[in-house]
């Protein structure tokens, strides 16, 4: 009688799982896919269209491998074609804005044909594992190219901008060296120093990952407004090349070498650009730095 009951058992047990199996519907390709969710969207992902999604991979074992739920940022990536089917690539094309599905894939396609990289630790080779999605914004390509035109537009602004203050800055900087008659050497990104008191009993000049000590006094270049400087009798220290400082001293200091003084004239696009400093230096400002090097 206990054998009948545990046999009975076993064969509901089997029944249910087959009807569990038979829920997944499957695609000409082969992808099997239960939609768990079917939200009211009717916007479907089309080639030139961008998706976002959360996820999560759980393996033969219905362990949870990886998950990105708990992000509030969901995964946003330009819509993918499905090279490789069956794939979860072809998995999203099938899915609207809130739709939630499970997908069965293979391992070793998913990972070398999706993801680029090996099996990780708790899939094994061959086996079959499970992909939840849950899509978040669909956006078609009609709307992705209407962005794309006024980031275009943006940009072109923008550079048209940064065109004539780069002119304004070469204007600035070369009048105050006529002005001052000073000559100064140019960096590569349209900074000029302008030597005060050499050093010459060294060729060897300041180098990327140098640290430098120096001592200095900055000024607004066309205002002559002094908005920073080294404490009396104290040196700043950094590492040239590192991006610790703004890009004009970062090029500058490496046209200099130890125990030497110099102006270090910086337009605005290698010191703070157009935010500014606070309220001390002003959008697009260039300025004009003497350092002193210990």
């Known amino acids: ?30 992808l099997e896919y239960l939609i768990a969710k079917d939200s009211t969207g009717d916007v479907y992902p089309e080639k030139g269209g961008f998706i976002t999604f959360w ?3 759980k393996n033969d074992k219905d362990s949870t491998i990886d998950s990105q739920f708990s992000d509030p940022n969901p995964v ?6 499905a090279v490789h089917k069956p794939s979860i690539e072809e998995g999203f094309w099938l899915l609207t804005e809130g739709d939630s599905a ?13 993801f680029h990289r090996p099996l990780p630790t708790g899939i094994t080779a061959g086996s079959k594992i499970k992909m939840v999605v849950r899509m978040g914004k669909v956006y078609p390509k009609k709307f ?29 900087i070369q009048d105050y060296l006529k002005k001052n008659n000073l000559k100064g050497q140019a960096t590569i990104g ?13 060729d060897i000049f300041i180098a990327p990952m140098d640290s430098v000590q120096t001592k200095y006094v900055g000024k607004l270049l066309i205002e002559g407004t002094e908005f920073d400087k080294s404490p009396a009798g104290e040196y700043f220290t950094f590492v ?31 010191a703070y650009g157009s935010r500014g400093a606070g309220g001390a230096i002003p959008p697009n400002a260039p300025l004009v730095f003497e350092v002193e090097v210990k």
């Not at 550079?159 to 070469?170: H, I, L, W």
């Not at 349209?190 to 060294?202: C, D, I, P």
């Not at 991006?243 to 270090?264: M, N, P, R, S």
Request: glycine share 8%; hydrophobic share 40%; net charge positive.
């Open 144 to 172: 992705v190219d209407s962005v794309m035109v006024i980031q275009e537009e943006q940009q072109k602004n923008q550079m048209a901008e940064e065109m004539v203050t780069y002119k304004q800055d070469s204007i600035a």
């Open 102 to 114: 499970e997908f069965l894939l293979n391992a070793d396609s998913l990972y070398a044909n999706t």
């Open 1 to 30: 009688m206990l054998k009948k009951s545990l046999s009975l058992l076993a064969g509901a047990f089997l029944i249910a799982s087959i009807t569990s199996c038979n829920k997944f519907k499957k695609t000409d390709s082969g």
């Open 55 to 57: 996820f999560a991979i």
């Open 190 to 202: 349209g900074a000029y120093v302008v030597k005060l008191k050499e050093n010459k009993s060294t």
């Open 240 to 270: 040239v090349g590192m991006g610790q400082v703004i890009k004009g001293w970062d090029q500058g200091f490496q046209k200099l070498k130890h125990g030497e003084k110099a102006l270090i004239i910086i337009p605005s696009r290698l």
């Open 76 to 81: 946003g990536i330009p819509t993918p074609e």
